[in-house]
């Protein structure tokens, strides 16, 4: 059974840093893209970044570039993304998912069919 499992959220003040981890079981992580993602309430998801399976190629939204790093390491099945210089306004429920075509690398929410139950992440003073 797919599963992805986010961790790494907290409270950080304007400024620091976070290192969420995605950790995938019940398949072979290798042969797939990861996106992250967030969403606050009442807004729609927003794709953040992506990786293609290999990590040769990667993908950021424009609101996260020069701040946030994904990576992944499939000897042990997990992605991750660096954040740094946090913002308020990148508080939000942070999420990994699978898309539904192995190595799509896109941050559109709807190629995504698998997701995990998100990391909560606070940046507050």
């Known amino acids: 059974q797919l599963q992805l499992v986010e961790s790494g959220g907290g409270l950080v003040q304007p400024g620091g840093s976070l290192r969420l981890s995605c950790v995938a079981s019940?398949?072979?992580?290798?042969?797939?893209?990861i996106g992250w993602f967030r969403q606050v309430p009442g807004k729609e998801r927003e794709g953040v970044s992506c990786?293609?399976?290999?990590?040769?190629?990667?993908t950021y939204a424009d609101s996260v570039k020069g701040r946030f790093t994904i990576s992944r390491d499939n000897a042990k099945s997990t992605v991750y993304l660096q954040m740094n210089s946090l913002k308020p306004e990148d508080t939000a429920v942070y999420y990994c998912?699978?898309?539904?075509?192995?190595?799509?690398?896109?941050?559109?929410?709807?190629?995504?069919?698998?997701w995990g139950q998100g990391t909560q992440v606070t940046v507050s003073s």
């Open positions: 998912a699978v898309p539904r075509l192995f190595n799509l690398c896109t941050l559109f929410h709807g190629e995504y069919d698998h």
């Open positions: 019940g398949f072979t992580l290798g042969y797939y893209a």
């Open positions: 990786i293609t399976s290999s990590g040769d190629n990667t």
